[in-house]
């Protein structure tokens, strides 16, 4: 899903009130400190690599390097480049200042849970993006449920729409501003500093 077919989307859902949730959800993601301590896992049958990769782009149009996202992965397999190649053991070491963001529409297994209990207790801080799973809720401290059978908005759509409002400036700055610093970027290239 491209920009203009989220712009879209918003416009569609400009009245169920989901556009200023995920707006808000999108805003926690930026609490995250450092670039990297944005831990993004998803059970061992689905990776949310999508939403990982969207997360980097929004990570580098915005500027804010701490979106870049570290995905982590139940069983990255050997010889995998490095930022594939970050198992489930990266959890055990999440500390205050990075954030634990779980990203999955099926319940969670037990073992996720049980990481995500573990990264709880050292201080990260927990997001989940989820289908309704009031365990995976109940060790959050910010979660976005969107119910199987919410009908027009998907969990898909969720994700498209979280990753975008996370990219964005906060409401004082104008759009205008923002479109205008992004194609500026885009005709000179990045800023590089001296």
Do not use: C, N
Not at 70 to 77: A, E, I
Not at 157 to 186: I, K, T, W
């Amino acid at each position: 899903m491209d920009a203009a077919s989220v712009t879209f989307l918003r416009e569609v859902l400009s009245a169920t009130g989901w556009v200023e949730r995920t707006r808000e959800f999108g805003r926690s993601l930026r609490a995250t400190r450092t670039p990297g301590g944005l831990l993004v896992v998803g059970t061992p049958e689905e990776e949310p690599w999508h939403l990982a990769a969207h997360l980097g782009d929004e990570a580098r149009l915005s500027g804010l390097a701490q979106l870049a996202p570290t995905l982590v992965r139940w069983s990255p397999p050997p010889g995998a480049p490095p930022h594939l190649a970050v198992g489930v053991d990266r959890i055990q070491a999440a500390r205050r200042g990075e954030t634990l963001f779980v990203v999955t529409e099926h319940k969670a297994p037990a073992p996720l849970l049980d990481r995500v209990d573990d990264a709880r207790r050292t201080g990260a801080t927990i997001l989940t993006l989820d289908g309704g799973d009031p365990d995976l809720e109940g060790l959050a401290h910010d979660a976005l449920a969107v119910p199987p059978e919410e009908g027009l908005f998907t969990f898909d759509a969720a994700q498209h729409l979280v990753s975008m409002a996370a990219g964005e400036a906060p409401r004082s700055r104008s759009r205008f501003l923002d479109r205008l610093a992004r194609l500026a970027e885009r005709v000179s290239g990045p800023r590089v500093p001296e």
